[in-house]
């Protein structure tokens, strides 16, 4: 039971993510989970709009992966990766070989999302080393693009949203072109596109790679751009030898319609990452993919082998957690529930465009936006949501979510209609 002097320890002592201890926001207490329905401690119930950020995609309390859970428990919980291996983790890595775009075939698995942008990062640098070509130690990027929160991965995150200025001394100084214009269902002419070639005539020979969210940029506006960009990024890096690193991890297993963001635009990256819903939000674990290239570089280059290896590496309870996702996933007609989550979004979020104080509403798969002219008063609407009994939580301008795929359509009609009520 959590009491008033837990709740304001909670408030006074723990840092909850991107928040003040000294002028602390609301906090909710959550008691349990089951489906798509969040249980609060004083018995209220709340359908979950946002996958506790991209992740619970089966919804919560899911009888097979408490399952695999307890079956792997009782064999180990843990056991170091230097040296050793064990069934679920190699499991783990033959399916996201199998299943990410051809060509990906080696595997490094890390422990959060933000570690394996890091990984990515390194990856991409000791590749050019190896190549003798260690003045490419720079990365560039898109304006308003989320890649984590650890150094490298800030570095690379959009430098308004990221805070660089704050970070100016300590951050790696890095090249953003100019977030692309063109929505996801329009499409680039050549000509459009000449802003991006000069930005890789500038700046690819200090450079190691071009590292992006492909399709959808998530953390840094959840903008939806059209898949032609991606496609001439694929073909700028190949011209100008860098490596392309797709930061998959909000993006991955199934979001955007597509089992991958990257299949949109029928790109294979050199290097992907994938994180969040890997492990169908149990546990922390994610993911970096790379090319036989890439890795045969990096390991007959100087050092010899791949530079990083977390203790958590390969943890066999995330590991098998995963290995259960993943089959879920492929029993469970995602597409169509992707696809009909997506429709009855468009359905009932579009006509919201109409509203004066919105200034855009967009929807792609299972992620259904709506950017509001002025910045959200966040506390004021998660207490409106939570009083129409649904979990959203806003931030910015934007009130966005991104629903579990077995959310069905009363429950998702819920959650959009209090947004309506919100703005309306
Ligand atoms: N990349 C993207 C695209 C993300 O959305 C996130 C998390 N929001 C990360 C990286 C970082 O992942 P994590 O929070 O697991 O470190």
């Not at 130690?137 to 995150?157: L, Q, W």
Request: charged fraction near 20%; hydrophobic fraction near 40%; aromatic fraction near 10%.
């Amino acid at each position: 039971m959590i009491n008033k002097e837990d709740l304001s320890f909670d408030q006074n002592r723990i840092w909850h993510p991107y928040t003040s201890l000294s002028n602390p926001l609301p906090t909710y207490p959550v008691a349990s989970a089951d489906g798509v329905r969040l249980k609060l401690a004083d018995g209220k119930e709340l359908i979950d709009g946002m996958s506790s950020w991209w992740t619970t995609i089966h919804g919560y309390n899911v009888p097979e992966l408490n399952q695999a859970a307890k079956d792997q428990l009782k064999k180990m919980a843990h056991v170091m990766f230097g040296g050793i291996t064990h069934e679920p983790a190699i499991k783990l890595c033959q399916k996201l070989v199998k299943i990410t775009p051809e060509g990906l075939e080696k595997v490094f698995l890390a422990d959060s999302g933000s570690v394996s942008v890091e990984v990515a990062m390194k990856m991409a640098i000791q590749y050019q080393h190896a190549k003798g070509q260690s003045q490419k130690s720079k990365f560039m990027t898109i304006r308003n693009g989320y890649h984590g929160d650890t150094t490298g991965a800030m570095s690379v995150c959009d430098p308004e949203g990221g805070m660089h200025h704050l970070f100016a001394e300590f951050l790696p100084k890095h090249f953003f072109v100019d977030q692309p214009q063109k929505r996801f269902e329009e499409s680039y002419e050549n000509e459009e596109l000449a802003q991006l070639e000069q930005f890789f005539r500038l700046n690819s020979d200090k450079c190691a790679a071009f590292i992006l969210e492909p399709v959808v940029q998530g953390a840094g506006g959840m903008w939806f751009y059209s898949p032609d960009y991606l496609k001439k990024i694929r073909q700028l890096c190949d011209a100008h030898d860098i490596l392309l690193i797709a930061d998959e991890i909000a993006t991955g297993f199934g979001r955007t319609g597509k089992l991958f963001a990257c299949e949109h635009a029928e790109v294979t990256p050199d290097i992907m990452c994938v994180g969040k819903a890997l492990t169908g939000g149990y546990m922390t674990l994610a993911a970096t993919l790379t090319t036989q290239h890439v890795a045969e570089t990096v390991c007959n280059g100087e050092a010899g082998v791949f530079m990083h290896g977390p203790t958590f590496m390969g943890n066999p309870l995330a590991c098998a957690i995963a290995n259960k996702s993943l089959e879920l996933l492929f029993t469970s007609n995602w597409q169509d529930k992707v696809s009909a989550i997506e429709k009855q979004l468009k359905q009932e979020l579009i006509p919201l465009a109409n509203s004066l104080s919105v200034k855009d509403v967009r929807v792609l798969g299972a992620i259904g936006v709506v950017e509001m002219k002025g910045t959200v008063d966040v506390p004021k609407a998660q207490k409106f949501f939570v009083e129409k009994g649904v979990w959203i939580r806003p931030f910015r301008n934007l009130i966005y979510i991104m629903p579990p795929y077995i959310i069905e359509k009363g429950d998702l009609h819920r959650i959009t209609t209090a947004i309506t009520n919100y703005i309306v």
